[in-house]
C-alpha cells in the first residue's frame, strides 16, 4: 500500500554535525581541512575556516557542517564562497530530490547577534532557492528571524512555513499571516512544555482560535503534539502517537499533523532505524507529516517499510515502552542485530 | 579493595538497583567506612560511566538507570554519611533559565553531577535571575548551573551572571553554563566562570571549580 507523508526536510541546519576525521569532513592532502560531499564520482570540497577550529565542538572531533558553508558564504574568499553555495545547493537538490515537500533552514545557532543572524538566513533562504523549486520552511525561535527568512521566500512558488508558532511563541502567528505562510503549530505552552497527551491537547485547543482569528484553515496548519526522546522516559512515544491519534479524531481530515520525529531518537543508537519505525507508527497513528530527513524517511520509504524483521519489532517495542529504558535494544546492537547505523 | 565496594561499583554501573540498596546495607554491616562506600562504590561506578558516556560506549538510558541505583544506594547512606560527617563536595543550583522550557540536558547533567558527588538543587525551567540567587544562599551553594536551549534565551544567561555578581554571593558562587547553542566564546563574552559541552563534562568542570 502506498503512504502519503508531506516531509519538511531538515538538513540544512546550523547545528548538523559531521565527525571531524570521517567520510564527510577531513584533513585534505594540501594540510587544510574541509567538508567532502557530492559522491565519490564527483567528490567536492567545501573549506573549513580556522575560526571553526578553536571551537570546543573542534577539540571534541565535530564540525558544524552547514554553519561552515553560511560562514565562507558570508565571510569567505570568492573561491570559498563558490564552494559554499554548491553545497548549500547540493543539499537543497539532494532533498528535493528525495522527495521532501519543505526546505527547513536553521541559522539560529550561526551566531549570538540577531543582525547577522537575519543576513545569514536571508543568504540561505536566496541561494537554495536558486537551484530548488521548494517553498523554505524558517525554523526559528526568533520573531526576527523568521520574518527576515520569510522576505527573502520567492512568493511565486508554494506558501512557504513557520516552523514554529505556539502559546509560548503567539508572536509569530501574526507573521506568518502577514507572509501567508502556512505554520508548524506546536503543543507548547506558555510557562511549560507538556507532559502528557491532556496538557498537549489544552494547548492545542487553546492555540487554534489563535491561528483561526489570524486567517489559518486547516490545509495550512502543521499541528506539532511535540516529541521527546524515548530515552529519558519510556512513555515518550506513546503519549506523542496518543496526541496524533487525539488530533486527528478532533481537528478532522484535513489538518496537518506533523512533528520532529527524530527527536525521539536523542541518546540512543542507531537513531536512524528508530527514527524509521516511529515514523511508521506516527503514519499509523494518524499524522501525514514529519520534520525529518528525506534521504532517511520519505513517501516510498515508508510505503517499503517491512514490519516482520526483528530490527523493526525491537525499534517497535522501545518505542511503545514495553522495552523499559531501551535495554533490549541497547543489547541488540551492541551484538549487531540492528544493521548498520 | 573490598569485595563488597566492587560489587556495589559494578552493580551500580548494570543498572541494577534493588542490589545496590542491599550492597550498600552490606557494606554498612561488614563497618565499611560511610566515606569509603561513598567514594570507591557509588562514585566510581558513576564516574565509570560518566567517561564511558563521554565516549558514547553506553546510552542516556543506561545513564540513567546507574542513576538510579545510586540514589537507591544513597537512600540506604545517607544517616551513616551524617554521621560520619561526610559532607557533598559542594552544592549546585541548577536550572534552566528565564524564558526557555527544556530540561531534558539539564536533568542530565544534575544526574551527573550526584554522581559526581556533589548535593544538587534543582529549580527547575523557566528560572528568574533572582531565584537561581535565592535558592544558591538558602543552600549555601558554591555553583549555580545555568542551561538554555534556544538562542533566544540563552542571551538570559548573562542575567544571571550578573546577578551573582552583583549580590553578596559575588566571588563565593561561580557561575558555569550549558546547552545546544552555548559557546566557550558565548561563555567568555558574559563572563561566566565555566562551560561544559556534555552532561559528564558539566560534571568535571563542577569539580574543577567547586576546588
Known amino acids: 500500500m502506498t503512504k502519503k507523508l508531506i516531509v519538511v526536510g531538515e538538513n540544512i541546519h546550523c547545528t548538523r554535525i559531521y565527525k571531524v576525521g570521517g567520510n564527510f569532513a577531513r584533513k585534505l592532502d594540501d594540510g587544510r581541512y574541509g567538508v567532502i560531499y557530492g559522491g565519490k564520482s564527483d567528490s567536492r570540497t567545501l573549506i573549513i575556516p580556522e575560526p571553526f577550529q578553536k571551537t570546543a565542538d573542534w577539540a571534541n572531533g565535530k564540525i558544524k557542517h552547514c554553519a561552515v558553508a553560511v560562514w565562507q558564504g558570508m565571510y569567505g574568499s570568492e573561491a570559498d564562497k563558490a564552494a559554499a553555495i554548491d553545497y548549500l545547493q547540493f543539499l537543497a537538490a539532494r532533498q528535493e530530490a528525495s522527495d521532501a515537500s519543505f526546505l527547513?533552514?536553521?541559522?539560529?545557532?550561526?551566531s549570538t547577534d540577531i543582525e547577522e543572524r537575519c543576513r545569514a538566513i536571508r543568504w540561505v533562504a536566496q541561494v537554495v532557492q536558486a537551484k530548488s523549486r521548494l517553498p523554505l520552511s524558517i525554523d526559528s525561535s526568533n520573531p526576527a528571524?523568521?520574518?527576515?527568512?520569510?522576505?527573502?521566500?520567492?512568493?511565486?512558488?508554494?506558501?512557504?512555513?513557520?516552523?514554529?508558532?505556539?502559546?509560548?511563541?503567539?508572536?509569530?502567528?501574526?507573521?506568518?499571516?502577514?507572509?501567508?505562510?502556512?505554520?508548524?503549530?506546536?503543543?507548547?505552552?506558555?510557562?511549560?512544555?507538556?507532559?502528557?497527551?491532556?496538557?498537549?491537547?489544552?494547548?492545542?485547543?487553546?492555540?487554534m482560535p489563535m491561528l483561526r482569528a489570524a486567517g489559518l484553515t486547516d490545509e495550512a496548519i502543521y499541528?506539532?503534539?511535540?516529541?521527546?526522546?524515548?530515552?529519558?522516559?519510556?512513555?515518550?512515544?506513546?503519549?506523542?502517537?496518543?496526541s496524533v491519534t487525539a488530533i486527528r479524531r478532533e481537528y478532522g481530515a484535513r489538518i496537518h499533523v506533523s512533528g520532529g520525529l527524530s527527536n525521539v531518537s536523542f541518546g540512543m543508537?542507531?537513531?536512524?532505524?528508530?527514527?524509521?519505525?516511529?515514523?511508521?507508527?506516527?503514519?499509523?497513528?494518524?499524522?501525514?507529516?514529519?520534520?525529518?530527513?528525506?534521504?532517511?524517511?520519505?513517501?516510498?520509504?515508508?510505503?517499503?517499510?517491512?514490519?516482520?524483521?526483528?530490527?523493526?519489532?525491537?525499534?517497535?517495542?522501545?518505542?511503545?515502552g514495553e522495552d523499559l529504558f531501551g535495554a533490549d535494544y541497547i543489547m541488540a546492537h551492541r551484538e549487531g542485530r540492528l544493521g548498520g547505523e | 579493595m573490598s569485595?563488597?565496594?566492587?560489587?556495589?561499583?559494578?552493580?551500580?554501573?548494570?543498572?541494577?538497583?534493588?542490589?545496590?540498596?542491599?550492597?550498600?546495607?552490606?557494606?554498612?554491616?561488614?563497618?565499611?567506612?560511610?566515606?569509603?562506600?561513598?567514594?570507591?562504590?557509588?562514585?566510581?561506578?558513576?564516574?565509570?560511566?560518566?567517561?564511558?558516556?563521554?565516549?558514547?560506549?553506553?546510552?542516556?538510558?543506561?545513564?540513567?538507570?546507574?542513576?538510579?541505583?545510586?540514589?537507591?544506594?544513597?537512600?540506604?547512606?545517607?544517616?551513616a554519611l551524617a554521621a560520619a560527617k561526610v559532607e557533598p563536595r559542594g552544592v549546585v543550583v541548577i536550572g534552566t533559565v528565564k524564558g526557555d522550557l527544556h530540561?531534558?540536558?539539564?536533568?542530565?547533567?544534575?544526574?551527573?553531577?550526584?554522581?559526581?558527588?556533589?548535593?544538587?538543587?534543582?529549580?527547575?525551567?523557566?528560572?528568574?535571575?533572582?531565584?537561581?540567587?535565592?535558592?544558591?544562599?538558602?543552600?549555601?551553594?558554591?555553583?549555580?548551573?545555568?542551561?538554555?536551549?534556544?538562542?533566544?534565551?540563552?542571551?538570559?544567561?548573562?542575567?544571571v551572571v550578573d546577578a551573582v555578581k552583583a549580590s553578596e554571593l559575588a566571588g563565593k558562587v561561580k557561575v558555569?553554563?550549558?546547552?545546544?547553542?552555548?559557546?566557550?566564546?558565548?561563555?567568555?563574552?558574559?563572563?561566566?566562570?565555566?562551560?561544559?559541552?556534555?552532561?559528564a563534562s558539566a560534571a568535571d568542570l563542577a569539580r574543577k571549580l567547586a576546588k
Not at chain 2, 119 to 147: C, H, M, R, T
Not at chain 2, 185 to 193: L, R, T, V
Open chain 1, 104 to 110: 527547513d533552514l536553521n541559522v539560529d545557532e550561526f
Open chain 1, 145 to 207: 528571524i523568521l520574518k527576515a527568512g520569510l522576505e527573502a521566500c520567492d512568493q511565486s512558488r508554494a506558501r512557504p512555513m513557520v516552523n514554529s508558532v505556539s502559546l509560548e511563541r503567539q508572536e509569530a502567528i501574526a507573521v506568518a499571516a502577514t507572509f501567508k505562510a502556512v505554520v508548524i503549530a506546536s503543543a507548547a505552552g506558555e510557562k511549560d512544555l507538556p507532559s502528557n497527551t491532556e496538557q498537549r491537547l489544552a494547548n492545542i485547543a487553546r492555540l
Open chain 1, 223 to 242: 499541528v506539532d503534539p511535540l516529541v521527546f526522546p524515548i530515552a529519558t522516559d519510556s512513555n515518550n512515544a506513546q503519549s506523542f502517537l496518543e
Open chain 1, 269 to 320: 543508537p542507531n537513531r536512524k532505524l528508530i527514527n524509521q519505525v516511529f515514523t511508521w507508527m506516527a503514519v499509523e497513528a494518524g499524522a501525514d507529516s514529519g520534520i525529518l530527513d528525506p534521504l532517511q524517511m520519505n513517501s516510498k520509504i515508508l510505503s517499503a517499510v517491512d514490519t516482520t524483521t526483528e530490527p523493526f519489532g525491537l525499534a517497535k517495542a522501545l518505542l511503545t
Open chain 2, 3 to 79: 569485595a563488597v565496594l566492587e560489587q556495589i561499583k559494578e552493580n551500580l554501573m548494570k543498572g541494577k538497583a534493588n542490589d545496590v540498596k542491599a550492597l550498600v546495607q552490606q557494606a554498612l554491616n561488614e563497618k565499611i567506612g560511610a566515606a569509603d562506600i561513598l567514594n570507591k562504590g557509588l562514585l566510581a561506578g558513576m564516574g565509570v560511566i560518566g567517561e564511558r558516556f563521554k565516549k558514547n560506549e553506553v546510552y542516556v538510558p543506561e545513564v540513567l538507570i546507574a542513576a538510579r541505583a545510586m540514589k537507591s544506594g544513597m537512600e540506604i547512606l545517607k544517616p
Open chain 2, 103 to 159: 530540561d531534558i540536558g539539564k536533568n542530565l547533567v544534575g544526574m551527573m553531577l550526584e554522581g559526581g558527588g556533589f548535593k544538587v538543587v534543582d529549580a527547575g525551567i523557566n528560572v528568574e535571575p533572582a531565584k537561581f540567587i535565592e535558592l544558591a544562599k538558602q543552600n549555601n551553594a558554591s555553583l549555580i548551573g545555568a542551561s538554555a536551549l534556544l538562542t533566544t534565551t540563552m542571551t538570559n544567561m548573562k542575567e
Open chain 2, 176 to 199: 558555569m553554563i550549558g546547552g545546544a547553542p552555548v559557546t566557550q566564546a558565548f561563555c567568555d563574552e558574559i563572563g561566566a566562570d565555566g562551560y561544559a559541552a556534555d552532561a
